[in-house]
T-cell receptor, first 114, second 117 residues
Framework: AQSVAQPEDQVNVAEGNPLTVKCTYSVSGNPYLFWYVQYPNRGLQFLLKYITGDNLVKGSYGFEAEFNKSQTSFHLKKPSALVSDSALYFCAVRDTQNTDKLIFGTGTRLQVFP | ETGVTQSPTHLIKTRGQQVTLRCSSQSGHNTVSWYQQALGQGPQFIFQYYREEENGRGNFPPRFSGLQFPNYSSELNVNALELDDSALYLC????????????????FGPGTRLTVL
């Protein structure tokens, strides 16, 4: 079965410092990976995706993610965190075997301190 | 281009009642997926509709049902509500796999917060 894991419930970082939110995946076949962000009482906003090609994917709001096939990871990164980046981040994999659905991780709460 | 919209934003029901949630997909998207997000959890796939037909279902009982209309809008119906149905219900629209040239992102609406008392 396809799945994603987000090993950290919360990540704390000081404003201006680089941030990393971790995600590992387990899939059969080619992985189609996504990052979404959720602000309080809001739906999910798409940040970036990896389908194929360059292992470093650039997305919205200065975020990027590095796909590592050997480590089955897709970590979200940003060189310089902002207080406004504080939110809940979800990694997801697209299940293309049985149905076209997204399988989400449990989420990581990012807290950026001023 | 309009985004995904959902109504209502909040809803309070009692156990045993029935509820209907509505979703309008993003312009040009003919695939709609519904997810349930319980407090503190990631979204869980309920089902998906493509061209008015159910195109896959997650691990939810039959009292969760849906519809898609010719204009691609969709409804989620839940019968015999239980306390555990309290959650944020998210609708997402997308292009189908082949048409997008590969799996594209799903665009989410703001959700409907359902509270069952």
């Amino acid at each position: 079965a396809q799945s994603v894991a987000q090993p950290e419930d919360q990540v704390n970082v000081a404003e201006g410092n680089p941030l990393t939110v971790k995600c590992t995946y387990s899939v059969s076949g080619n992985p189609y990976l996504f990052w979404y962000v959720q602000y309080p009482n809001r739906g999910l906003q798409f940040l970036l995706k990896y389908i194929t090609g360059d292992n470093l994917v650039k997305g919205s709001y200065g975020f990027e993610a590095e796909f590592n096939k050997s480590q089955t990871s897709f970590h979200l990164k940003k060189p310089s965190a902002l207080v406004s980046d504080s939110a809940l981040y979800f990694c997801a994999v697209r299940d293309t075997q049985n149905t076209d659905k997204l399988i989400f991780g449990t989420g990581t709460r990012l807290q950026v301190f001023p | 281009e309009t985004g995904v919209t959902q109504s209502p934003t909040h809803l309070i029901k009692t156990r045993g009642q029935q509820v209907t949630l509505r979703c309008s997909s993003q312009s040009g998207h003919n695939t709609v997926s519904w997810y349930q997000q319980a407090l503190g959890q990631g979204p869980q796939f309920i089902f998906q509709y493509y061209r008015e037909e159910e195109n896959g279902r997650g691990n939810f009982p039959p009292r969760f049902s849906g519809l898609q209309f010719p204009n691609y809008s969709s409804e989620l119906n839940v019968n015999a509500l239980e306390l555990d149905d309290s959650a944020l219900y998210l609708c997402a629209s997308s292009l189908p796999l082949g048409l997008a040239g590969g799996p594209g992102e799903q665009f989410f609406g703001p959700g409907t917060r359902l509270t069952v008392l």
